[in-house]
């Protein structure tokens, strides 16, 4: 137990409050890690060295690597979709709301590059079911995109010929590699290109008949 | 040496022929892996029992398992960037060769899932340089999609408030995304997405004017 006076309390010794406290950081620098060399890359030692604790302490929050991206993985998850779902869910008609979320989700992808990386390159390394788990039953976070388009060509507002469902993916994709190449101060700001990307999104599956109306009274 | 005898030939003994053929088996039971398992995940002993071949032999090819992934991105890479330039290269204006670009990217993503996969995910895995090499100076991929937004903007085919680099990188991002989520036989053809994404994609770039005529002429 002499190697362990001068460095941090065994479990037993960590009180409720900075159980949580100490949870929180082991996410935090297991997320940064992960970012930086993959999960595959980071082993639980050095997500242990980078916050001062022993590998041992660890494993008394999660029983293994895997659980701990689990854990990190929802909760990001989570965080993103209580974002569309608070922005789907404004006034407005539906088109004027999917652009609200468009914009929204863009911008939180650019002000979270780390999590964003993390949840869209890690999650593949859960198994299926822990994905689907996350996921939820019908891709809940996909569904606020798909209803929003749904809603918004049954109101005549999205061009008949287009599928909700490949229009969602589509839409996901170009906003979900912006982790992969926005770089704050190097890039645009990241409202400069939410409003860009929105714009051309929404531009992109409006009917003609939409457009003939908005040039003539432009 | 006895264990060789019933084994693969030792590296001397492989001819020319042989040793290319060989080296094909080795990257694309590489290229394989890596799609299934990630870039980590992946030892180059698993690569060399896929081919029944030993570990030593795969060492006659590559130094290391990173210089096997680097042959591997750049040979895909290059097979991308040159269908992208031939598709650029036919007639028709700008913006109806950047529409052929888009149905022929689309389609080449669809058609070659485990290719692109392991391009997209594992490109990351090379040092920064190696990456840089890949994507060659001003990222010629990138140039083929910029370059014809730019042209067709100069042209008045594409909205003056769009920035080609940020369009290119909008395109790039929903095409790409295509092999997270694209599977054959579960979604619909290659052909169906790829003609709805580019319809999608141009119609979001297109100035109102141009709408407006279209809408008259429908």
Redesign the interface.
Known sequence: MSSEATGPKPPAAIDRMSGELRKADLQDAATQLFSER????SSLQEIADRIGILKGSVYYYYQSKEDLLFDIVKAIHDEHLENVRMLAARAGDPMQRLHAVLVGHAIFVCENLVKTTVFL?EL??LPAERQAEILRPDHAYQRVFRDLITEARDAGLVAA???PK??S??????????H??YRPHVT?GPEQ?AE??A???T????P??L??R???S?
Do not use: M, T
């Open positions: 993959g999960y595959d890359g390159r593949e390394r010929e287009v599928s490949l229009a993916l589509w839409i996901l994709g170009s906003l979900n590699w912006l992969r190449w645009s290109v860009q990307f714009d051309q999104l531009r992109g599956i409006k003609s008949v457009w003939e908005q040039a003539r432009s």
